[in-house]
């Protein structure tokens, strides 16, 4: 009982001192010392150095190129105006009278080409807000458009998404960023529909009210030190975003979307057809780490699609990159924090799951799940993504502290490992949007706008309507299996 009280209360204080800005940097080895303390008899030394530092290095061992490679194509994609051309190009053709629906598609094309979220929104909350007043439409409504474009259904459900959220699973699981396609279609139009309905309702309501876009000066925002930690933990710096540009120095539509459509395109040939007809038995050997080719071709699918996309997008737009060697710099620094931040929270979920106390939970989630392992899944990744404030960081903690029981679960009761793939990454998205989600502050920081004005239209298309897409997931996948 008191191993359990000290898990209880490492993870509360990890919530709570998340939310007062302390980075998780910090937070993941010391609550899992404070973890460890509790348990009578565990070596406070040797679980931090084999435990806690053991897991967190092979995270970054696997997932560090993702990292790298993200964060350089969405600061090319920034610095050579082509996220931004590609958003007035969207909201251009839909225009004024579609204007949620614009953004809405606008943040979604970038955000599943590859490109930050934050780089996404910074080029697109500019646009929005003149379509919005130019609509007479709530500025309060802008977060959610935004989120529900960036934050849902490019994030967790579009089979073949590069976000790090679809690449954490390929490894545990042996899947490709393309696991359960129509499973994964079906969530994400649910997300979408849902959203678009209620943003849609809300605002033909501020219409028959009379609210109009309000009061609003829209003025570039200012980011104090510690909204800057929590969105270079959750994905980028937001002092490396380049001021929005004119329209006559921005790339064409159709050069700036290319290396999106590359991305997108290369990841399913390289994961389906080159990577599998390629000679990989050398994989066997231990200095390649004794693992086989499905273990790694969804990891290396994606690397070669970045890799390919960051090129022709160099080439594309060599003469608007005015500093190219700073925007590939900018690009690999702002990589490096959010992948220690997860990995810390993976080392801390590693501690966690070599305490006695963890059986007992353990016992619990499997208790709820009802002996579906689809259930407990989706349950332990959401609630951990909600605890930690962070989608990647909730999966990481789960897979690694129980990913080989549920496959193990699986294969015993005839579930698709791609079915288990999907599950987990839509199950990241949900909880993880609470308030004090890095991302959510951001984003309201971005648009001058608080949590009292947005965070209830937020809270619909970024935690509910996942939840229920999840539900929807998980009973389809009961009844029908993996497809």
Not at 88 to 111: D, H, M, P, S
Not at 271 to 298: C, Q
Request: glycine residues 10%.
């Amino acid at each position: 009982m008191t191993g359990l009280l000290g898990v209880l209360l490492a993870l509360g204080l990890l919530i709570y001192l998340a939310y007062r800005g302390v980075s998780v940097l910090l937070l993941g080895p010391v609550m899992a010392l404070i973890a460890a303390l509790f348990a009578v008899g565990t070596p406070l030394l040797a679980t931090y150095t084999q435990v806690f530092m053991g897991s967190a290095g092979n995270f970054i061992i696997q997932y560090f190129p993702l990292f790298l490679l993200g964060a350089i194509f969405g600061k090319l994609m920034d610095d050579s105006g082509a996220a931004e051309s590609i958003a007035q190009g969207i909201v251009g053709r839909l225009g004024n009278e579609r204007a949620i629906l614009a953004v809405v598609l606008a943040c979604a094309v970038l955000t599943y080409g590859g490109v930050s979220l934050f780089v996404v929104a910074f080029a697109v909350y500019p646009i929005a807000a003149a379509l919005f007043r130019q609509a007479d439409l709530p500025k309060r409504l802008i977060p959610a458009t935004i989120a529900l474009g960036s934050f849902t259904f490019t994030m967790t459900a579009l089979p073949g998404t590069p976000a790090i959220q679809n690449a954490i699973p390929m490894p545990y699981f042996g899947t490709t960023p393309f696991a359960a396609p129509v499973l994964g279609i079906i969530s994400a139009l649910v997300m979408f529909g849902l959203g678009q309905f209620w943003l849609s309702r809300q605002a033909t309501l501020a219409r028959a009210n009379g609210e109009g876009y309000g009061e609003h000066d829209d003025l570039p925002v200012e980011f104090d030190k510690e909204q800057r930690e929590r969105s270079s933990g959750e994905g980028f710096d937001v002092l490396m975003i380049k001021p929005e540009q004119a329209a006559s120095q921005l790339p064409s539509f159709a050069v700036a979307l290319s290396p999106v459509i590359v991305v997108i395109v290369l990841n399913y040939v390289f994961s389906n057809f080159v990577i599998p007809a390629m000679d990989t038995g050398y994989l066997a050997e231990a200095r390649y780490g004794a693992t086989t080719a499905d273990a790694v071709r969804g990891v290396w699918a994606i690397i070669c699609s970045l890799t390919i996309a960051c090129v022709l997008l160099i080439g594309l737009t060599w003469k608007r990159l005015a500093d190219l060697k700073r925007s590939m710099d900018d690009g690999a620094n702002a990589s490096v924090l959010p992948i220690f931040n997860t990995a810390s929270l993976v080392g801390f979920g590693a501690v966690i799951a070599a305490l006695p106390a963890f059986d007992l939970i353990k016992d619990f989630v499997d208790a709820i799940g009802g002996g579906n392992p689809l259930v407990s899944l989706a349950l332990s990744v959401n609630v951990l993504a909600g605890v930690t404030g962070s989608a990647s960081g909730g999966m990481s903690i789960a897979l690694q502290t129980l990913g080989a029981e549920y496959l193990e679960l699986a294969n015993a009761s005839g579930i698709a490992a791609e079915l288990l793939h999907r599950v987990t990454t839509v199950a990241t998205g949900g909880l993880d949007s609470l308030p004090h989600n890095g991302a959510v502050v951001t984003l309201l920081a971005i648009c001058g706008l608080t949590h009292r004005q947005a965070y209830k239209d937020i809270f619909m298309v970024a935690v509910l309507f996942p939840i229920l897409s999840l539900v929807l997931l998980v009973v389809l996948g009961t009844m029908f299996g993996s497809f």
